[in-house]
């Protein structure tokens, strides 16, 4: 009996015993989707009673992927806040995003981490268009804690690997509103289909072969590459061809986005055909994209198997 009541008595010194580390049950918002306050860069996550925040600057969030096996990291410091709280009722966004929260339900607790890194990983969420094309509509930010640490009224509370979650943002969108004319540069050899603040831009190497005024009995063919090049730009405003022409480039508008074609392969993608009609004593050339795939940073779009870029007439 003493020996039994000796080693009950030594466990209840060892579980007495507190380094600072204390033991709690686990911070659980994996069900629970991630908002952001309208007018401030707080991302947060709402379970009953509890919250769960990050404080960190809106221009973290690319509006773009991040390369495979490269997130973002940050370190947990006062520019990129994690912090948790409980309440004594049901809590909600009046609580953090007004500039003057709700005071009730009132706060409880709060844990504040003081270390650990942030890790942000990026990947485009797409739409289907017409012709089996994609276009991006989001962006999803998949975003975990690596050995954070909570300050808490008792003690640290630390997670190795902690998932905060996923938090999606809106791409730019990107209207594609061309009509079926387009025009030939009255400076160069481009072609222009300009609708607004946009610009459908093709270069070629060899315009006089492509754009030759006789009729095809088949389409012309070239291949999106080093020679052959297509881009798409979006401007702050209305853009022309004079924009273009310009000894000086204009300082407005301002270019916003740019998207290049990705290299083609024969007969396969990135091809650009070019059919030729008379139209009384002119030629009426028209263009259509076959599998072109456009790409910025590390994001891609795929335009479509089939598209009218569009038809302009030369005069012989």
Not at 16 to 23: I, M, S
Not at 79 to 97: A, K, L, P
Not at 294 to 308: A, E, M, P, Q
């Amino acid at each position: 009996m003493k020996r039994i009541l000796g080693i009950l008595s030594l466990l209840f010194i060892i579980n007495a015993c507190d380094d600072g580390d204390l033991t709690i049950d686990t911070i659980d918002f994996s069900e629970v989707s991630a908002k952001k306050c309208d007018l401030k860069d707080i991302i947060y996550k709402v379970k009953d009673s509890e919250m769960l925040i990050l404080a960190i600057p809106a221009s973290t969030f690319p509006n773009d992927q991040t390369p495979n096996g490269t997130p973002i990291t940050l370190p947990i410091n006062s520019s990129n806040q994690v912090i948790y709280r409980q309440y004594n009722g049901t809590v909600s966004s009046d609580n953090i995003c007004p500039t003057v929260p709700s005071a009730t339900p009132s706060l409880t607790e709060e844990w504040k981490a003081t270390a650990g890194t942030i890790q942000i990983t990026s990947t485009a969420l797409y739409a289907t268009t017409t012709g089996n094309g994609t276009k991006i509509t989001k962006y999803n930010h998949y975003i975990v804690f690596k050995n954070v640490t909570f300050q808490t009224p008792n003690g640290t509370q630390v997670y190795e690997n902690y998932i905060f979650g996923n938090y999606t943002t809106d791409a730019t969108a990107l209207a594609f509103g061309f009509d079926n004319e387009v025009q030939k540069s009255s400076c160069d050899d481009r072609i222009f289909n300009f609708n607004g603040s946009e610009a459908l831009i093709l270069d070629v190497a060899n315009y006089a072969t492509l754009f030759e005024n006789a009729v095809t009995v088949t389409p012309r063919k070239a291949i999106i590459g080093s020679d052959n090049k297509l881009t798409y730009q979006l401007y702050t405003n209305q853009v022309t061809d004079a924009y273009f022409c310009a000894t000086t480039p204009p300082t407005t508008p301002t270019l916003s986005q740019e998207w290049k074609a990705m290299d083609g392969v024969t007969d396969v993608s990135g091809i650009i055909e070019v059919s030729t009609t008379t139209l009384g004593t002119d030629f009426q050339h028209t263009i259509r994209l076959k599998k072109v795939t456009f790409k910025r940073g590390n994001s891609t779009f795929y335009l479509g198997d089939d598209v009218l870029y569009g038809s302009f007439i030369t005069t012989p």
